[in-house]
Each structure stands twice: as C-alpha cells, then as structure tokens.
C-alpha cells in the first residue's frame, strides 16, 4: 500500500530550525516527484519546493528562497524539507505529496498526500 508519511514539525522560535521528513512506502520514491506544500488557517494549499525524480528542484515560493531546502535520500526513501531562520508566516500544515516524474506546480497534480505535520513559529 503506497504511504507518505510527514514528520518533524513542531513549535519553534523566530530564527530556528526545522527539518520536515517525508518517509515512502510501498512505491521506491526517486521514481517520483515529491512535493511539499503548505496550508495556513484560512489560506489556500501552496507549493514550497519539488525535487523530481531526475533530482531537479523547483522552488515555488519565493518567501522561502534561500531558506528552505529540499532533498532526497534514496537509500532511506525519504524525502527532506529544511527549514532554516524560520518566520510566522511559515505557521502552516506542511504535506509533501507524491506524482509521477516531474513538478507540476499545482496541488491537484499529485496523486497521493501524507497526513500532514503541524509548524508553528512563534516566540
């Protein structure tokens, strides 16, 4: 049975770190793009960043650039999303969300989603 399943949010201050993991199973994840996206109370689900499953990376939110990486370990079949000099307006749900090859940038594109993990930046 395929799964994605998110983990590593919690409550952190203004500055701080996190890092989001996204874990496969039953489907071998580099096969696949995996994006993480994100949905703030009362705001429509966006995109954060893609990596394909070429290894390309696509950012798709420029309040995030220079901040956030993403990566893969393959070996784990598990997908990362570092979250670096964190702010409150990255309070959100963040999912990351499984399609075949590449990285649309629109959440109805993908095919499969995690539950989702809670981020809350606050001091």
């Known amino acids: 049975q395929l799964q994605l399943v998110e983990s590593g949010g919690g409550l952190v201050q203004p500055g701080g770190s996190l890092r989001l993991s996204c874990a496969a199973s039953?489907?071998?994840?580099?096969?696949?793009?995996i994006g993480w996206f994100r949905q703030a109370p009362g705001k429509e689900r966006e995109g954060v960043l893609c990596i394909s499953k070429y290894g390309s990376t696509t950012n798709y939110a420029d309040s995030v650039k220079g901040r956030f990486i993403i990566s893969r370990d393959n070996a784990k079949n598990t997908v990362y999303l570092q979250m670096n000099s964190l702010k409150p307006e990255d309070t959100a749900v963040y999912y990351c969300?499984?399609?075949?090859?590449?990285?649309?940038?629109?959440?109805?594109?993908?095919?499969?989603w995690g539950q989702g993990t809670q981020v809350t930046v606050s001091s």
């Open positions: 039953g489907f071998t994840l580099n096969y696949y793009a």
């Open positions: 969300a499984q399609r075949d090859g590449w990285c649309p940038r629109s959440p109805v594109e993908y095919d499969y």
